[in-house]
Every structure is written in structure tokens, then in C-alpha cells.
């Protein structure tokens, strides 16, 4: 059996081709870690996004949880609403910041003591309790005098995401 010989023709070769598994596996991490990075650093907005309807969760049930209180205290001019986390089961597990006193209206719905755009907001930031959304969030006021109906949007990220109907405690999604 004979043993293949290499020359320098050969050997240069495989040089060549060590220089060039190099180059390709310095482009694949120069690659991947610019990637990492990119991911690492940039302003993570996802996360916002699910603080946004986290809160509008957290609006719509302490809407229904006022009006339920309302209804069971004897129909009061105000309500405590205690903040809690909740269970998967519907039940408080963990109170947070205490509780809040709530204006109702005379039909049972919560009721700003600001008006317009500043009433909407009011009860926003009341029934949410949300603080780190007011760059993204826009509330806007508008009449319906077809309707008679005072009407509160909420926009996240420039986009109408619901509509809520103080009157008559109505949420509409987007």
C-alpha cells in the first residue's frame, strides 16, 4: 500500500481551505452575536403591550367588581374596591396598595369627579392602577349626542384599542 505524499501544492490546499473555515466561522459569530445584541439592547416594547392588557383586564373587572359592590352594599354613593391579586379561581390571593373609595353614579357605575377627557382618565388610572403605560397611552373624550352617551377611547400605540361608556359601564373592544 502506498502511502499518498503531500507537496506544497497539496499543503497549501489545505491551508486554504483552513483560512477559509476560519473566515466563514468568524462571519457566522460576527453574525450571531451582532443578532444577541441587537435583541439585548433594543427597547423592548413587548412587554408594555402586556401591561396594557393586563390593565384592561384589571379595568373591566374592577368595573364589574364596583358595580357589584354597589349593588350588594345597598346602591351607596361610593364604594371600597380592595386591590388584589386573583386567583386562577376568581379569588383575592394577595392585596395590593390597600383599597380605594369609588364614586358611583345614581345607576350603579363608577363616576369620575373630573369631566371630559380628565373624568375618562380619572377612572382609568382608578380602575387599572396603572402607571408606566402614559407614554404609550392616549385617552380621548368625545359626546354622542346621537346616542345621548358620554364616550371614553383608549388608544395604545396610536391604535383605538376600546371604547368605554361611563353611563352605562359598557366596554367595547377594538
Known amino acids: 500500500m502506498r502511502i499518498p505524499k503531500f507537496d506544497q501544492a497539496s499543503s497549501g490546499r489545505a491551508s486554504q481551505r483552513t483560512l477559509l473555515v476560519w473566515i466563514v466561522s468568524g462571519i457566522l459569530v460576527a453574525i450571531f452575536a451582532s443578532v444577541f445584541l441587537y435583541n439585548l439592547f433594543k427597547d423592548d416594547v413587548d412587554w408594555k403591550a402586556a401591561e396594557f392588557e393586563m390593565a384592561t383586564k384589571r379595568f373591566e373587572e374592577h368595573l364589574m367588581l364596583a358595580r357589584v359592590e354597589w349593588m350588594r352594599t345597598g ?97 367595547v373592544k377594538a
Open 75 to 171: 346602591r351607596p354613593a361610593e364604594v371600597g374596591l380592595l386591590y388584589a391579586d386573583w386567583d386562577r379561581h376568581g379569588r383575592p390571593v394577595e392585596p395590593i396598595s390597600g383599597s380605594v373609595r369609588v364614586l358611583m353614579s345614581k345607576d350603579g357605575w363608577p363616576l369620575a369627579r373630573a369631566s371630559r377627557a380628565e373624568g375618562c382618565a380619572e377612572l382609568w388610572y382608578l380602575l387599572a392602577r396603572t402607571e408606566p403605560l402614559e407614554e404609550e397611552l392616549d385617552i380621548r373624550y368625545h359626546y354622542d349626542g346621537d346616542r345621548e352617551l358620554d364616550v371614553c377611547e383608549f388608544y395604545f400605540r396610536d391604535v383605538l384599542k376600546f371604547t368605554f361608556y361611563p353611563e352605562n359601564g359598557r366596554v
